[in-house]
């Protein structure tokens, strides 16, 4: 007897596989196709064709369903292998020269197991198959291998530049759900070692495989290369969440017994529970159609367009326009935000007008003291010109009365009459001072020339004893006339000063 009969374990099944078509189906196409994503989308395929191949086992009524056990096996083998292929191209190939020798050598032992369960299905044909889980532990191994990639390179980028934290956090959710499948994995031989009942088993695994299923989804939506809008994840949480739903009424249709597969001696107990299980595989492929066409649209117009509208007025804002409003939203959060970015951004204009006009004003006031320091600057260079053209006729009067009182006293010095030595005293200490004088006037031109930039400084020795004694004898006359009496001591070697 052939086809096929429903079970209400069949519903979950086929729920979690259409889900896994879906996801493939847009990774396939959207995403773009770096080594990573390839080996990923390798991977989602054997758990598809291992999916299928469990429905397959589940549902079928003739003795070909007894090929699904080795089938399941070869799928497992695939994709844990390509599982493993990700897990060292994922983001970065850290570990070349190891990934070539372990590939290998996995694939000198893949090569042989499929070989073997080949062989097997060719030798045993429609019996039985149990002793095909003996070689259970080969898939397990290399989900574990692919855990200790994930793990080691999260070790790595921890250890490297701030740069690589995404990648340290890719690695580490990876690391994780690697761990929860290996966990998984465990409840098969606790259900063959009847250490839990049929129902919770079922129950548990679906539960706990959905699980897994979502979150490497999540996580390679979110660390793979391709950017992924907020349209594709509200769609995919709705359809999980339908998904799980509907899978777990497949276990409250029919208190779940343990033999409901294609060995089923009660047949017509089958269709009965086919005929029950029917409408809700419908009904799950209908409301599935309904989420990805509908779901889009009602998405896209209660929360994209209002965060579109929000994330054009930041980005009007950015460029300067001030003026620009989004308007009314609706009263939820979008709404409310898009309300404080409307008072935000007119509380921003009344403050740029008030800036602006604040930097006229500034403006105004720099260019009238701009105007006030000029007008001191042209005072000051005129009181300047004014004072060199003071010291120069001030020189100018000056030099010539000096001149004429400096050379009548050289001549009545030079002069053959007989004078008093305190006479002849007098007359040196005058023509001392007139020629101090004179010195005086043209230091006073020298400055003049020095501030006016027309005269160079040089630094020369001066014989200090030398001044102090012409300086002494200047003040001798004064220092006497007071009744006082100037005491020296001049060393006679010259002391030299700059």
């Known amino acids: 007897m052939g086809g096929f009969l429903l079970t209400p374990e069949s519903i979950p099944m086929l729920a979690k596989l259409l889900l896994a078509v ?23 395929i054997g758990y598809i064709l ?11 009524i003739s003795d070909w369903s007894l ?14 292998y390509c599982y493993l292929q990700f897990a060292y191209h994922f983001k970065e190939n850290n570990f070349e020269k190891e990934h070539r020798r372990v590939t290998l050598f996995v694939n000198y032992l893949t090569v042989p197991a499929i070989l073997y369960t080949i ?31 994930f793990y080691r390179k999260y070790r790595v980028s921890q250890n490297e530049h701030s740069e690589n934290e995404l990648n340290a956090s890719a690695y580490k959710a990876f690391f994780i759900i690697t761990l929860l499948a290996i966990f998984i994995s465990i409840f098969p031989a606790m259900r063959a070692l009847e250490v839990i009942g049929h129902a919770l088993f079922t129950v548990t695994f679906f539960i706990l495989n959905l699980t897994v299923f979502c979150m490497l989804t999540a996580a390679a939506v979110n660390y793979l290369t391709s950017r992924t809008t907020m349209l594709i994840k509200l769609v995919g949480i709705s359809l999980v969440l339908f998904v799980t739903i509907i899978g777990l009424q497949g276990f409250l249709i029919i208190p779940g017994y343990e033999f409901q597969s294609g060995q089923d001696i009660s047949i017509e107990n089958r269709r009965e529970i086919h005929s029950q299980v029917l409408p809700y595989v419908w009904f799950l492929l209908g409301s599935s159609g309904v989420i990805l066409s509908l779901f889009p649209i009602f998405f896209s117009r209660t929360v994209l367009l209002p965060l579109r509208r929000l994330l054009k007025g930041v980005d009007e804002v950015n460029k300067g326009n001030l003026s620009y409003r989004i308007g009314n939203q609706g ?25 602006q006009e604040y930097t006229e004003g500034l403006e105004e006031k720099v260019r009238e003291r701009t105007e006030k320091l000029h007008q001191q600057t042209e005072e000051l260079e005129r009181l300047h010109k004014m004072r060199s053209k003071l010291f120069q006729d001030i020189s100018h009067e000056l030099r010539t009365p000096i001149t004429l009182i400096s050379g009548p006293l050289r001549q009545l010095l030079n002069s053959d009459e007989n004078l008093a ?33 027309q005269l160079t400084l040089h630094s020369t020795k001066i014989n200090i004893s030398g001044h102090l004694q012409i300086l002494c004898a200047s003040y001798e006359s004064y220092i006497t006339e007071q009744g006082l009496k100037l005491n020296t001591s001049i060393p006679k070697e010259a002391v030299y000063a700059e």
């Open 22 to 44: 879906i996801v493939t189906g847009y990774i396939l196409i959207y995403f773009e196709k770096t080594k990573s994503v390839k080996w990923f989308s390798r991977y989602l």
């Open 50 to 60: 291992l999916d299928v191949l469990i429905l397959f086992g589940e549902i079928v």
């Open 67 to 80: 090929l699904s056990l080795p089938l399941q096996y070869i799928a497992s083998i695939v994709f844990t």
């Open 119 to 149: 062989y097997m299905m060719y030798d045993i044909g429609f019996g039985d198959y149990t002793m095909v889980q003996v070689l259970l532990p080969y898939p397990l191994f290399l989900i574990c291998w692919s855990g200790a990639i």
């Open 331 to 355: 009263y939820d959060e979008l709404g409310v935000m898009s309300e404080h970015f409307d008072t935000m951004t007119s509380n921003l204009q009344i403050a740029n007008v008030e800036l």
């Open 421 to 453: 030595d305190h006479s002849y005293k007098q007359l040196q200490l005058s023509l001392r001072n007139s020629e101090r004088l004179k010195k005086l006037v043209e230091q006073i031109i020298e400055l003049n020339r020095l501030e006016s930039e």
